[in-house]
């Protein structure tokens, strides 16, 4: 697997387009890790680099076709939405063998998006490790985080529950989710990244009934005994 050391990595982003995919480039940039963007072509990928530079001028990223991008990256970052997950790792996954896979896949069906619909396989990150067997490491992370809070300079009020079968995999995402501002907790097996993946549903209704923006959930209890 990926080294455990994340200094100097190249993170791949896969559908590198949205809020959150950029918001984690800028972050990750700014930590001192070289950012690939990926996209479906890389007409694509280039419109996604121009519009993360509007954003963030100072943000260096190479634009690349997802399958050249995940062969580039030395940890690679999916953030498709959930009916394109399996069809874009069916894509790259020549390029994802012996590495960590960040898998940002939220199970939503519109349009009762606020209602929980885990697929048949438990969630969209254990259906990931499945697609892609025992040679990739896949981590789920990020489901909980209000996307467009990563662009700017803010401190996130939300920590992040860090779903995956191998412990050195998780801790790796972790120390990346450190440098990019946030609070990473081990969550367990990739199984539990249902918890996380239904909870996004759970915030969605908390910000409607609560008239709040950015709903998030905070770990508890440290230092205490």
């Known amino acids: 697997m990926a080294d455990a050391n994340t200094a100097q990595q ?8 949205g809020d959150l995919g950029t918001g984690l480039a800028i972050r990750w940039a700014r930590a001192g890790h070289k950012i690939v963007i990926g996209s479906r072509t890389l007409e694509k990928a ?18 690349m076709e997802n399958a050249d991008a995940a062969a580039a990256g030395s ?6 939405p959930a009916a394109h997950q399996i069809s874009t790792l069916e894509h790259v996954r020549a390029g994802l063998t012996g590495k960590i896979l960040i898998d940002v896949t939220v199970p939503l069906v519109p349009p009762k998006v606020g209602t929980v619909q885990l697929p048949p396989e438990g969630s969209a990150g254990k ?3 499945e697609f892609l067997g025992d040679d990739v490491a896949v981590v789920s992370a ?12 803010v401190e996130i ?11 050195e995999a998780r801790q790796t995402v972790i120390d990346l989710i450190s440098q990019a501002g946030m609070k990473g907790w081990h969550a367990g097996p990739i199984a539990n990244a249902a918890a996380a993946e239904a909870l996004t549903s759970v915030l969605i209704q908390i910000n409607r009934q609560g008239e709040i923006s950015h709903a998030g959930i905070r770990i508890v209890g440290q230092g205490e005994h």
């Open 142 to 153: 990020f489901q909980n985080i209000a996307a467009h809070l990563l662009q700017q300079d």
């Open 75 to 80: 940890i690679v970052v999916l953030t498709v």
């Open 127 to 129: 259906r990931a490790q």
């Open 157 to 167: 009020e939300c920590d992040v529950l860090v779903a995956g079968n191998k412990k």
């Open 46 to 63: 280039q419109d996604a680099v121009a519009k993360l530079h509007e954003i963030s001028p100072d943000t260096p990223a190479e634009a």
């Open 10 to 17: 190249t993170i791949a982003i896969l559908g590198g387009t």
